[in-house]
């Protein structure tokens, strides 16, 4: 099954590293025009040696900037929320500062670039597609993750809200909710052998997600392959959820 975008313009947040810039990558190589957003300069001018892509540097934290660039990446055809941010302490440590840290760019930024992008979409009448990325956090809890796992539980109910409202406009929104993925982000919280092992022992396939994984299901859930599949979330967890 050949998936292809060729005239869309596809924008990605989070797209210097990891899931994102992988996401870039298979976007870019099936067609799309992509749009790249990133906090990290040189992160983006590095995908952009590897792809002809547009770049756009901004801290999603920073929500005006956030809309800012929304409305600087022009029309798309194709969103993908992957930006993400993660400050693990354990629940009786968690901070109200963490915590609005995390739901800022994990949450909160996910609902302003797509208030743009929806918007256009609409003006344009041609509908769209919307994905974003939550997490396995959002179907069970982890320990010293109160505030990712929060956020991702909200953004799984945002999209549903988000598939509910703008389905009538032939826009189609989905969630992907990978497992751990081992990115520079990963390995910065899993690092002790013993709780990865652990960790893996608990996913049938024995092993942790790569950032293809999540990169070949979003392109699926984008493209007019999937249809008539709209508000739902697709799990990348090996099994996990099946024990």
Same mark, same amino acid.
């Given at each position: 099954?050949?998936?292809?975008?060729?005239?869309?313009?596809?924008?990605?947040?989070?797209?210097?590293?990891?899931?994102?810039?992988?996401?870039?990558?298979?976007?870019?190589?099936?067609?799309?025009? /992509?749009?790249?957003?990133?906090?990290?300069? @040189?992160?983006?001018?590095? #995908?952009?040696?590897?792809?002809?892509?547009?770049?756009?540097?901004?801290?999603?934290?920073?929500?005006?900037?956030?809309?800012?660039?929304?409305?600087?990446?022009?029309?798309?055809?194709?969103?993908?929320?992957?930006?993400?941010?993660?400050? !693990?302490?354990?629940?009786?440590?968690?901070?109200?500062?963490?915590?609005?840290?995390?739901?800022? +760019?994990?949450?909160?930024? +996910?609902?302003?670039?797509?208030?743009? /992008?929806?918007?256009?979409?609409?003006?344009?009448?041609?509908?769209?597609?919307?994905?974003?990325?939550?997490?396995?956090? @959002?179907?069970?809890?982890?320990?010293?993750?109160?505030?990712?796992?929060?956020?991702?539980?909200?953004?799984?109910?945002?999209?549903?809200?988000?598939?509910?409202?703008?389905? !009538?406009?032939?826009?189609? +929104?989905?969630?992907?909710? !990978?497992?751990?993925?081992?990115?520079?982000?990963?390995?910065?919280?899993?690092?002790?052998?013993?709780?990865?092992?652990?960790?893996?022992?608990?996913? !049938?396939?024995?092993?942790?997600?790569?950032?293809?994984?999540?990169?070949?299901? +979003?392109?699926?859930?984008?493209?007019?392959?999937?249809?008539?599949?709209?508000?739902?979330? #697709?799990?990348?967890?090996?099994?996990?959820?099946?024990?």
């Amino acid at each position: 099954m050949e998936i292809r975008f060729d005239g869309q313009r596809a924008l990605v947040t989070g797209a210097g590293k990891g899931i994102g810039r992988e996401i870039a990558l298979l976007l870019a190589r099936s067609g799309a025009r /992509v749009v790249a957003l990133s906090r990290t300069a @040189s992160d983006l001018a590095s #995908l952009a040696q590897e792809i002809d892509c547009e770049t756009i540097t901004v801290d999603l934290g920073n929500l005006d900037a956030a809309r800012a660039a929304a409305q600087q990446a022009g029309e798309i055809d194709l969103l993908v929320n992957n930006a993400a941010i993660t400050i !693990p302490q354990p629940f009786l440590e968690t901070t109200v500062e963490a915590l609005n840290a995390t739901l800022t +760019v994990n949450l909160h930024a +996910v609902m302003v670039v797509s208030q743009i /992008v929806a918007a256009g979409m609409i003006r344009r009448g041609k509908g769209g597609s919307i994905v974003n990325i939550s997490s396995l956090s @959002s179907k069970v809890g982890l320990e010293d993750h109160a505030a990712y796992c929060a956020s991702k539980g909200a953004i799984d109910q945002l999209s549903r809200v988000m598939a509910l409202e703008l389905g !009538p406009h032939q826009i189609r +929104v989905n969630v992907i909710n !990978p497992i751990i993925t081992w990115t520079p982000m990963a390995a910065m919280v899993w690092t002790d052998s013993d709780r990865t092992q652990a960790m893996k022992s608990r996913i !049938p396939l024995n092993r942790f997600a790569k950032p293809i994984d999540v990169a070949n299901a +979003v392109a699926y859930l984008l493209s007019d392959k999937s249809d008539m599949i709209n508000g739902d979330t #697709l799990m990348i967890d090996g099994g996990f959820l099946a024990r």
